[in-house]
């Protein structure tokens, strides 16, 4: 089972690579920004992308449902089983709009309402992030194939009793997401857009990634299954589970605090 989600992380992997080529595609030749019905931004980028990535999943996971971005916002709602795949095309639309190249794309697969496997690419970047039951990232270039020689293991940093590196969203931070990552111990701030945020973490960059502000189930899914393969974790601020498939509240998610590695925490991580 374990090294079955390791595999599928491989193949999200190559899908992202796919998609990144539309996506990169409208990057650099110039877009027009439209506004979806619950204001935010979004390019040809997204949907040509989305279309890609769930031609692909179609065929690696076929009949597994999928709650993605913009079939979403198009009004198309699927039936969540125990497994379902998230997808966000472009995270950090905002990010790309500003082409300050924070964006990624990013699938997970849910199972038991805990995200096992899952792949976040930063095509701009050239940097891919993939968590099965091992973490890896490494360079890859938009439409090449995952290549091993470049790829590393990825582990979160053991949590620091100070000093702390707080990674918080460059568009949307708040005063009350400052004010607790303060209270965790934080002496250092980093901005940054999209998924990238848990990749920071789970590659030791940064100690913890508090959010306060709406985030939607795609939008955190990859990122969430990167870090806890790298060893660290994803809770609500009071420490209680962050679960997926709320349907109920339309798989929109509460805050939620991103942590590396707790002090006591064993080398190996298990999963529910
Ligand atoms: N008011 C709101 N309601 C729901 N989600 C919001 C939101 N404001 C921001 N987000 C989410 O935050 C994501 C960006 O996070 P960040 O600021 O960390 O880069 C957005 O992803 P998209 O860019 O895919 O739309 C969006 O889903
Ligand atoms: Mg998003």
């Given at each position: 089972m374990s090294l079955e989600h390791d595999a599928l992380a491989r193949s999200f992997a190559d899908i992202c690579l796919k998609a990144a080529i539309e996506v990169m595609?409208?990057?650099?030749?110039?877009?027009?920004?439209?506004?979806?019905?619950?204001?935010?931004?979004?390019?040809?980028?997204?949907?040509?992308?989305?279309?890609?990535?769930?031609?692909?999943?179609?065929?690696?996971?076929?009949?597994?449902?999928?709650?993605?971005?913009?079939?979403?916002?198009?009004?198309?709602?699927?039936?969540?089983?125990?497994?379902?795949?998230?997808?966000?095309?472009?995270?950090?639309?905002?990010?790309?709009?500003?082409?300050?190249?924070?964006?990624?794309?990013?699938?997970?697969?849910i199972s038991g309402r805990v995200p096992v496997a899952g792949c976040v690419y930063a095509p701009a970047l050239k940097r891919i992030y993939l968590g099965g039951r091992a973490g890896l990232s490494g360079d890859a270039a938009p439409g090449s194939r995952l290549d091993d020689a470049t790829l590393a293991p990825l582990k979160a940093r053991v949590m620091p009793?100070?000093?702390?590196?707080?990674?918080?969203?460059?568009?949307?931070?708040?005063?009350?997401?400052?004010?607790?990552?303060?209270s965790q111990g934080a002496a250092a701030a980093v901005n940054a857009g999209s998924s990238l945020k848990f990749c920071l973490v789970a590659e030791g960059k940064a100690d913890l990634y508090p959010r306060f502000g709406p985030t939607m189930e795609w939008d955190t899914g990859a990122g969430h299954a990167v870090l806890i393969?790298?060893?660290?974790?994803?809770?609500?601020?009071?420490?209680?589970?962050?679960?997926?498939?709320?349907?109920?509240?339309?798989?929109?998610?509460?805050?939620?605090?991103?942590?590396?590695?707790?002090?006591?925490?064993?080398?190996?991580?298990?999963?529910?």
């Open positions: 595609d409208v990057y650099d030749s110039g877009f027009v920004v439209t506004s979806k019905d619950d204001r935010s931004p979004v390019t040809a980028a997204d949907t040509r992308a989305e279309a890609v990535i769930l031609e692909a999943l179609a065929k690696v996971m076929p009949g597994v449902p999928v709650l993605a971005e913009e079939s979403f916002s198009a009004g198309f709602r699927p039936d969540i089983e125990r497994e379902f795949l998230l997808v966000d095309p472009v995270d950090g639309t905002k990010e790309f709009i500003n082409r300050n190249g924070e964006f990624t794309i990013n699938i997970a697969l009793e100070t000093e702390r590196v707080a990674v918080m969203s460059r568009s949307h931070a708040d005063e009350r997401t400052r004010a607790f990552a303060l393969a790298a060893g660290g974790s994803v809770t609500g601020p009071d420490g209680s589970p962050f679960l997926y498939g709320k349907t109920e509240q339309g798989y929109l998610n509460g805050c939620f605090v991103a942590r590396g590695r707790l002090p006591s925490a064993p080398d190996s991580h298990v999963r529910l």
